[in-house]
């Protein structure tokens, strides 16, 4: 146990659920259940000309949304802030993972490329929306599968085999841990909604594989101590394990389709 | 979307792949008419919501939340003739705020999030539907807000949202005369063909024309009608309002079972 910091049901990091593949329409899928923050993520993969400063490298255009229908703070219309806040965030542990190598998503330099859709819907909002999100998006990426594309040489247009489908190089997990912080001295681990509230800052921690940093998330609020700091990296790294766990297991019981 | 700086950017435009797929979609297969697809209801999911329903049809899944009754905005409105049974007089009825969404990836091509026009009118069908069957004179100047989100697109979307929307309300505890129940139906295209009841997406996209009919089950009075196309005579519109309505009395035992046993479990879980 952190100093006063304290962890939500029993050992556990929160209860976190994920449910696979959910929507068919979607070239991938995945719901996950943080407590009783819901976020679904879909994915829909398009083609698109690259872009022309990097035309080897495809697309991964993440967005969050929070609709009215998961809590009543927020209102129907174009994404407020926190919606444009996590956005924002997901974008960037995208980018700084490196979970995906957008070389990967390139089908012909110059030509053609993939594009990732992720739209992260939150169904339920009760605190720590960024974690949620970023399991969503890793589970719904894992679940992802793209149809072989081959440019025939007479035409020069795609042929797209949709009966050959292949699953995405995930290169690395990056998974996220989220403390509220009170006063320069309380820290909790995965809070609801209420503690967020409450809370005097907050901070996000993203983690990979090796125990490397991803992605440090702390928009203003109270500070903290470098010691402080370095225990809220060495817990994101044990929360790291269990999920990657949780994953590993799933994606065992799923028999690819 | 060009001018939208509150997104991330992605490229200027994109395909779907489906474009340049090689194999055509089948056609959708023949079927009984009548057939209804097996729903799954479920009620108070939702922890932040008043009120909250999960309805899957089919392909078709649709969540649905409730909240309110809050004040209602805009100014004061003068009084005018009350309503029996004590209800406030008609300029100060509650109101009903009916969202649509549909998600980005729910349908075969990717729309983008605002969803424009479609979203507004199917939006306004449901506050057309709903208003009916719940008892605004009972919340004078406060306003109910009604959020349906389409996960997945596998036809007759709108009649799955009505009745989620229907069974959230109920939910809530808000006070309505009845539920509402809603049931799709589409025609094919062709010299003489029958009307499907709950078409699935493939048969939706084929259809020449396409209604929804929404019931109160028990008043069994007709709470919303939304069609168009090109149907063939008026006798056939009938004749499809008629199957519309059986099927929605066919619904009816499901959702009931579904409020009771959402009832119970919120009864097991309050005197903690």
Redesign the interface.
Known sequence: REDGGRVQNCGTFGVLQEIFGSISTADGSALVKLGNTTVICGIKAEFAAPPTDAPDKGYVVPNVDLPPLCSSRFRSGPPGEEAQVASQFIADVIENSQIIQKEDLCISPGKLAWVLYCDLICLDYDGNILDACTFALLAALKNVQLPEVTISEETALAEVNLKKKSFLNIRTHPVATSFAVFDDTLLIVDPTGEEEHLATGTLTVVMDEEGKLCCLHKPGGSGLTGAKLQDCMSRAVTRHKEVKKLMDEVVKSMKPK | MPG?H?????????????L????EEEAPAARDPTRLRPVYARAGL????KG?AYLEAG?T?V???V?GP?QAEGGERGGGPAGAGGEAPAALRGRLLC?F?R??????R?RA??GGGEERELALALQEALEPAVRLGRYPRAQL?V???L????GSALAAALTAAALALADAGVEMYDLVVGCGLSRAPGPAPTWLLDPTRLEEERAAAGLTVALMPVLNQVAGLLGSGEGGPTESWAEAVRLGLEGCQRLYPVLQQCLVRAARRRDAAAPL
């Open positions: 939208d509150r997104r991330i950017r992605g490229p200027e435009e994109s395909q779907p792949p489906q340049y797929a090689a194999d939702l922890s932040q919501a909250s392909g899944k969540l649905c939340a909240s809050r969202d969404r998600a980005p990836f729910a349908g075969r990717r999030p605002p807000e959020s349906a989100l996960l997945e697109d596998g």
